[in-house]
């Protein structure tokens, strides 16, 4: 693995860490608005980073299988889908504005559940990263090295408004700046490890490729569609998030085609 694959690797978590710190320097408490236009943002880079970076590779890798070539999206598409399902299912975690948890019932703190909840969606962020990493360093004619940055600037960019939107309502419950911050990193961590442990199948497993890109698209829409979308649109009408959602969508889409 040479150092370009590592600072890859590290580039979306540095996003989460940097976005966390933010609880030294801003108020005590994200605006409404303020955090609807971010989680709007981040919706918008991974709905764009799930098509163009994800979803189009796989379809390009399977064009062998003429007019099915959209099985192994569809496939893996689907299968991302619910194992994102189940996760949500099993992981106790309480979304942001939320007085309810989802998943089983359990004695967490509020503030742990909050955590989990963006450890959760920053699970197919990372597998995103890692098998298009792994597709790269297999000689994968549709994966360029330009592309494969784009991806992880793409991620690190919507993960620092989301390590605010983590540290800053914890900071806002009574949480001690450090620790604050520490959870906020914490809740990024799980990023380079899922990427590592992706690239690591991958490698393993070449031929299932597109089906592993796809299924990293489907987590990602499942994050988009079940958590960050809600949010984005909660309580009074407003149209920020929806301007933030394509703003996100363009920049990515740019990011990509301008570096792949």
Same mark, same amino acid.
């Given at each position: ?11 979306p ?20 608005m ?25 379809m ?42 989802e ?42 090295? !330009?592309?494969? =940055?784009? +991806?992880?600037?793409g991620?690190? *960019?919507?993960? /620092?408004?989301? #390590? $605010?939107? @983590?540290s ?32 690591? !199948?991958?490698? =393993?497993? +070449?031929?299932?490729?597109?089906? *592993?890109?796809? /299924?990293?698209? #489907? $987590?990602? @829409? ?36 301008? =570096?792949?």
């Amino acid at each position: 693995m040479t150092k370009n694959t590592v600072l890859e690797l590290l580039i979306p978590f540095l996003g989460t860490s940097l976005g966390a710190g933010g609880v030294f320097f801003l108020k005590e408490k994200l605006n409404l608005m303020l955090q609807r236009s971010l989680t709007g943002f981040a919706a918008g880079v991974m709905v764009a980073a799930s098509v163009w970076s994800l979803l189009v590779p796989a379809m390009e890798q399977a064009e062998g299988m003429g007019r099915w070539a959209f099985l192994p999206a569809v496939i893996g598409f689907w299968l991302g889908v619910l194992f994102l399902l189940v996760l949500d299912r099993t992981i106790p975690h309480l979304h942001q504005n939320s007085t309810q948890p989802e998943g089983p019932h359990t004695r967490l703190k509020r503030t742990t559940m909050l955590v989990l909840a963006v450890t959760l969606h920053n699970i197919p962020e990372g597998m995103a990263v890692g098998v298009v990493l792994a597709g790269w360093i297999a000689g994968n004619s549709g994966i360029t090295a !330009a592309g494969t =940055l784009a +991806l992880s600037l793409g991620i690190a *960019l919507q993960n /620092f408004p989301e #390590g $605010a939107i @983590i540290s800053m309502p914890l900071r806002a419950e009574g949480m001690g700046k450090g620790r604050a911050f520490l959870y906020g990193v914490l809740s990024g961590i799980v990023e380079p490890l899922a990427a590592g442990l992706t690239m690591l !199948a991958a490698g =393993l497993i +070449l031929p299932a490729l597109p089906y *592993l890109l796809s /299924f990293a698209a #489907g $987590a990602m @829409i499942y994050v988009v569609v079940e958590e960050l979308i809600p949010e984005a649109s909660a309580g009074e009408h407003s149209n920020l998030g929806t301007l933030f959602f394509a703003a996100g969508f363009t920049i990515m889409l740019a990011l990509d085609v301008a =570096l792949g």
